[in-house]
């Protein structure tokens, strides 16, 4: 038996623990090199913790929803299971036959391969799970007698008729709600007659959140300041545009990327926008990384671009897409959610007409923005109709005066009302 150990991944130094969430592999279960065993949720991002060996899963060592820290030992795998199961191992899975009648489809292809000696790929276990079947009847033609995909699609014999289940008995109104986090008001209110409640436990990042929402209010002077822009002329520089921007640089040219170039101009003129406050000192950061708030089905995240003065707006556009695509797979870094010196906040994208966000510390200003919508404004004296947004700029006042804050809202707006500013820096 050689022995290799599953470690939690390195965190960063800023959090001390993390949450196991689910093991995907029941222990004594075949497991290839790189396959996914479990996943490990940090107050920032989701960590996938790969199989360092191929083998089998022979022991667990910590439980779903256990606590972990850096470095630990969360399971043992034995690699010299890889081409065939120890005889401990098999004699687990004889031992849980039973059990694996009822449970589910994947966890019957596993056993079912534990049993005869053999080991079951990855694509072949999905394959299996999804035709209800086991391994017990398939030839491995593999490398040691692996069960491959194609052994899977080559075997003749149909997948057996699977007897529906028994329709569940009926349940009290209070067992109703369904046990998933993200609670959702139903269209029909008849099961919520009998007034059922639900406790859900935070998740790690929404501990997070509102804890430095907490902070941010309560050792930030906070103020907001408003104004509105016109949207015009730059609706009409993206129509003309865009079909060519697309197919020259692979993304779609948005609104976010005006907005960010708008920031970094106004942080430029006035650099205590841009400044954050350590202790009894005023750090002004001679660089402008800008965090863009983006949702995710685990909550808010606010992944850093990087030095964006430096970038284009192609080259914004598409870190901002990829930022967004995987924040909903929860694969973002830590490193991509650390530092900041100034923040974006759009919720004009679900429909805001008007918001005070805030800070994001150590940060000291945020710019919220809005759904644009056309309004009636007077324009040479004549009421005109206009795409019009409102901004909102939330500032720490302890640093930022009102005069700074103003006149920094009022440059990003003179830069999205003649964009060509933007291009000529001036």
Do not use: C
Not at 134 to 151: E, F, L, M, W
Not at 233 to 240: A, G, K, S, T, V
């Amino acid at each position: 038996m050689s022995i290799v150990e599953v470690k939690v991944p390195q965190l960063s130094e800023s959090v001390s623990e993390a949450t196991l969430l689910k093991w995907n592999k029941p222990a004594g279960a075949a497991v290839d090199i790189d396959e996914i065993l479990v996943e490990i949720e940090t107050d920032k991002v989701v960590l996938e913790v790969p199989a360092p060996s191929r083998g089998a899963l022979a022991e667990l060592l910590v439980a779903d929803g256990a606590s972990v820290v850096s470095g630990q030992v969360i399971a043992r795998i034995d690699s010299a299971a890889a081409g065939a199961a120890p005889a401990a191992v098999a004699a687990t899975a004889a031992a849980a036959a039973p059990v694996a009648a009822a449970a589910p489809a994947a966890t019957r292809a596993t056993a079912g391969a534990a049993a005869t000696g053999a080991v079951l790929m990855p694509a072949a276990a999905r394959l299996l799970a999804e035709a209800g079947r086991s391994a017990a009847d398939i030839v491995g033609t593999g490398r040691d007698g692996r069960i491959t995909k194609g052994d899977v699609l080559a075997a003749q014999a149909p997948p057996p008729v699977l007897a529906p289940p028994p329709a569940p008995p009926a349940a009290p109104a209070v067992a109703r709600a369904p046990l998933l986090p993200d609670v959702k008001a139903p269209l029909d209110w008849s099961p919520l007659a009998n007034r059922p409640e639900q406790r859900v436990p935070m998740s790690r990042l929404r501990q997070r959140v509102a804890e430095r929402l907490v902070q941010s209010q309560s050792t930030a002077a906070i103020l907001t300041t408003f104004n509105e822009v016109n949207m015009q002329p730059i609706i009409e520089l993206r129509n003309r545009h865009k079909e060519r921007f697309e197919k020259e640089h692979g993304v779609k040219l948005g609104f976010m990327s005006f907005f960010v170039k708008a920031a970094v101009a106004a942080l430029k003129r006035y650099p205590i926008v841009n400044a954050s406050v350590d202790g009894n000192e005023i750090v002004y950061h001679g660089y402008f990384d800008i965090g863009v708030a983006v949702g995710s089905p685990r909550g808010l995240v606010v992944p850093i671009l990087r030095d964006a003065d430096a970038m284009g707006f192609s080259a914004i556009e598409k870190q901002i897409a990829d930022f967004g695509k995987r924040a909903g797979e929860g694969k973002l870094s830590i490193e991509e959610l650390t530092g900041g010196t100034f923040s974006i906040s759009n919720g004009g994208v679900f429909g805001s007409m008007l918001s005070t966000p805030i800070i994001n510390p150590p940060q000291s200003a945020i710019l919220g923005v809005h759904a644009t919508r056309d309004r009636a404004v007077v324009e040479d004296g004549q009421v005109v109709v206009r795409p019009m947004n409102y901004l909102a700029l939330s500032y720490d006042h302890r640093i930022i005066d009102g005069r700074e804050a103003v006149l920094a809202l009022v440059a990003m707006k003179e830069a999205l009302e003649d964009p060509a500013r933007l291009l000529l820096e001036v």
